[in-house]
């Protein structure tokens, strides 16, 4: 009929499992422990691949051949300097963010390049100068997330080798010193672990902001304030507190049972998508078993605790570690400070929001959902003072 307004549909809390849009960038099949960049396995492009391999792959589609990779590392390494107005306030950024740690200075550094640079809304742009804005964007936070984080600890910014691919130039930048090879592996699996993950909080945040007609930097500063949260941010540093409550082999049981009757999370365990082994744990733990060190000893042993006591005390209950937990083992055998790990997470993830915003973008529809009123009823009368 004429005139007719359709209620809007009743949707699960948290949007979830709602599909909202259709992307070509990947996808999360939580039921089987698996998820893709495009149509490869993230965690076999992570074996097989460099992190430049799979920026490559999100922003354009296809994987690089031996040329190619040469080139692009080149390219996106060239781009790693900061303007001169942005290396300016990077002190007074690190110095007033200090207690929330880099990322919270990385969203004001994030304003200040995309200015610098001269980013104009994506609504205004062709694909080819979106693109070239999110390479910008890319290269660039790795230098932002270091410079703040020395900064922050009265050290001095390390600048970035041109000679350096991604996961290499960022521990020489943290750290000052070359990296030793196996460390820079480790480093860059975990990177190209965490590049893309469906459509979480951060990403969805971004393709908002873009389906605005937003410039780049705007979305991704979104994306960073979303990341913050605690509730999506990931803890790899809250999980390796758990192993430190823990302390000893003879505590763990104890430790474990107390939590689960008194109903407490117990950090670096259960992912609100998968029912299964988060695949990325499994490639972590792996990794971390390579380094042949007590604390993964002490990790894997915890692991297997909590899954048995959890099925003792809590039958038909699955919980599995998380990306989080074993994250935070590679991490620190890897020399990264523990302030460090979710914004070693923003420096992988950022790829995959710039993919997203770069996707969005295509389309001008704006996202603009509805929401469902529950109040008072109205038009009631407006009393009188």
């Given at each position: ?38 149509q490869?396995?993230?965690v ?29 590392t ?6 790693r300097h900061?303007p ?35 980013f ?15 390479l ?7 230098t ?11 050290l ?25 090879p196996?460390h ?9 672990s ?6 979480n ?6 393709r ?9 930097a ?11 949260g ?9 999980a ?26 117990i ?22 078993q ?6 993964v ?35 620190e ?13 923003c ?12 996707e ?9 959902p ?16």
């Amino acid at each position: 009929m004429a005139g007719t307004i359709t209620a809007p549909a009743a949707v699960p809390r948290g949007l979830a499992g709602v599909v909202v849009t259709d992307t070509e960038l990947g996808d999360v099949r939580g039921r089987e422990g698996f998820y893709h960049y495009r149509q490869y396995s993230a965690v076999e492009l992570a074996g097989t691949r460099t992190f430049e391999d799979v920026w490559h792959l999100m922003f354009h589609g296809e994987l690089p051949d031996a040329e190619g990779r040469a080139a692009f590392t080149a390219r996106t390494a060239r781009l790693r300097h900061l303007p001169e107005g942005v290396r300016r306030a990077l002190p007074d950024l690190a110095r007033t963010g200090a207690p929330a740690g880099p990322l919270a200075g990385l969203r004001t550094a994030l304003s200040l390049l995309g200015a610098a640079k001269n980013f104009r809304p994506v609504y205004d742009l062709d694909a080819a100068q979106r693109a070239e804005d999110a390479l910008a964007a890319c290269a660039a936070v790795p230098t932002l997330l270091t410079a703040l984080h020395r900064l922050g600890q009265g050290l001095e910014p390390v600048e970035p080798r041109d000679d350096l691919p991604y996961a290499a130039n960022y521990l020489y930048m943290l750290t000052g010193s070359l990296p030793g090879p196996e460390h820079v592996r480790a480093i860059e699996q975990y990177l190209i672990s965490t590049i893309d993950h469906g459509f979480n909080a951060s990403t969805f945040t971004a393709r908002v902001v873009a389906s605005t007609g937003a410039d780049v930097a705007a979305s991704l500063v979104a994306a960073v304030g979303a990341l913050s949260g605690p509730l999506h941010g990931g803890a790899p540093s809250r999980a390796l507190d758990t192993l430190d409550a823990i302390g000893t082999p003879d505590r763990i049981d104890g430790w474990i049972r107390e939590r689960v009757l008194a109903g407490e999370r117990i950090m670096g365990f259960g992912h609100p998508v998968y029912r299964t082994e988060d695949p990325r744990s499994r490639m972590l733990r792996g990794i971390a078993q390579g380094f042949g060190s007590p604390l993964v000893e002490f990790a894997v042993e915890v692991e297997r605790r909590v899954e048995a006591i959890l099925a003792e005390l809590k039958p038909g209950r699955e919980l599995h570690t998380n990306v989080e937990f074993y994250a935070g083992v590679v991490m620190e055998l890897c020399g990264l400070p523990r302030a460090m790990f979710t914004p070693t997470f923003c420096a992988a993830r950022v790829v995959g929001w710039s993919a997203n915003i770069l996707e969005q973008s295509a389309d001008s529809k704006i996202i603009r959902p509805a929401a469902r009123y529950v109040g008072p009823p109205p038009p009631q009368p407006v009393p009188a003072v």
